[in-house]
Structures are given as C-alpha cells and as structure tokens.
C-alpha cells in the first residue's frame, strides 16, 4: 500500500517568508509525528498528533512553528517568518495507534531558507 | 531528560566482516529501544526494536540485545554486504510515560566496501 507522502519534496524560500509544509500518513494510522533533521542537530522530535489533536507540542522551537491535523488525516506544518536556521528536512511519521512501537516514515521536505 | 548516545562514524568494513554500532541511552524508567536504517535516497525504516530488558530485536541478520544494567542497545551483524551501507540511528521512546516520541542518537554511516 502507499506509505507516508510529504511535499513538496524540495522547498527553497527567502527569509522571513512564511511556509507551509504537508504530510499525507498511511490511511487508517491515527497518530502522526513531525520530527526535524539537521546538521547542527540530529533528528529531533517536534509535535506528536492522535487524531486531530495535539497531546505532546513540546519539540515546537519557538512560536513560529505551528501544526495541525484536519479530518484525523492530512497535516500542515507552518513555519512563519522563516529563518536560516529552520533549514533542515521535515520528516513526517504516522503509526496505528494500537501498534505503539513502529513509526513509518515519509521521504521528508528538505526546506532550505536562504 | 532522555539521550542516545552513538559512536560517531563513518564506519567503514569490507564485505563479509563482523558489525558492531554501539549505543547507549540515559533515561529513568523503562524505555523502549530501536533502531532505524537511512538508506541512501530513502526514508529512515525501523531495523528492529526490544521493548523489555533483555529482549533481543532481529531483522535482516541484524541483531541487538536490551541490556539494562549497562543502558547499550548495540547493533552487530555477523557478515556485512555492500548493501548494508547506510546510516543507522539508535532511538528510544518511553511508552512507560506515554510519551510516543522518539528520541534519536546522532547517526552512524556504514560503509561496506566489495
């Protein structure tokens, strides 16, 4: 079956412009994950969703990150105002909410800020 | 708070040698172990995971033991094939606490040489 799908695949923007990042989870998976790769940083964690709602934001930087989750499916990640430290690949994961351990990964969005 | 700590890499091995990644993580509790491969141009996958002290994950001729009283999680195959090459990440979450994000080490390229 399908996997995870993000886009665009490739995102390149001017600072302080705002962006806005989708991720598309495996059809029937409840609980979606946004997770950041970077250099400087590793893979960090940044909200975890169960539905629509958002029970662990704790990873969000700062304010201008926000999420949200629409029809227990789809989900935006925005980025305002950007920054050049926001360059990074924006990995989406999704999982059946039974099945806790397995998180199935998309290919990412790779934002470069410039 | 939770780490995963690796060794830093790249590890380079010719076909057919012995693998081992080391891992060890810090956290109270009873967290859950895993580890995801990166193949080049793909998403990261989970590799195999241990969710109680002791348990031994294996998949694909990986392996890797949960040892609570000395917090490792290393991986090690027997006999490595160019196909192995990749970046291997250690991670933990802890499903004690509910808290579903995983946390990951930093990374670990392996190169496999013919």
């Known amino acids: 079956g399908a996997g995870v799908s993000q886009s665009p695949s490739n995102k390149v923007t001017e600072k302080g412009k705002d962006v806005e990042l989708r991720c598309d989870p495996i059809?029937?998976?409840?609980?979606l994950y946004w997770y950041r790769q970077s250099l400087g940083q590793g893979l960090e964690f940044l909200i975890y969703?169960?539905?629509?709602?958002?029970?662990?934001k704790s990873g969000l930087p700062s304010d201008r990150f926000s999420a949200e989750r629409t029809g227990g499916s789809v989900s935006t990640l925005t980025i305002q105002r950007t920054q050049q430290e926001d360059s990074a690949v924006y990995l989406c994961?999704?999982?059946?909410?039974?099945?806790?351990?397995?998180?199935?990964f998309g290919p990412g969005t790779r934002l470069t800020v410039t | 708070g939770d780490s995963v700590t690796q060794m830093e890499g790249p590890v380079t091995l010719s076909e057919e040698a012995f693998l081992t990644i080391n891992c060890t993580y810090t956290a109270t509790g009873y967290p859950s172990l895993f580890w995801y491969v990166q193949y080049p141009g793909e998403g990261l996958q989970l590799l195999l995971k241990a969710t109680k002290a002791d348990d031994k994950g294996s998949n694909k001729g990986f392996e890797a033991t949960y040892r609570k009283e000395t917090t490792s999680f290393h991986l090690e195959k027997g006999s490595v094939q160019v196909s192995d090459s990749a970046v291997y990440f250690c991670?933990?979450?802890?499903?004690?606490?509910?808290?579903?994000?995983?946390?990951f080490g930093s990374g670990t390229r392996l190169q496999v040489q013919p």
């Open positions: 059809s029937g998976h409840t609980a």
């Open positions: 994961a999704s999982s059946y909410a039974r099945d806790i351990y397995e998180q199935y």
């Open positions: 969703f169960q539905g629509n709602s958002a029970p662990d």
């Open positions: 991670a933990l979450s802890r499903m004690d606490t509910g808290r579903r994000a995983l946390t």
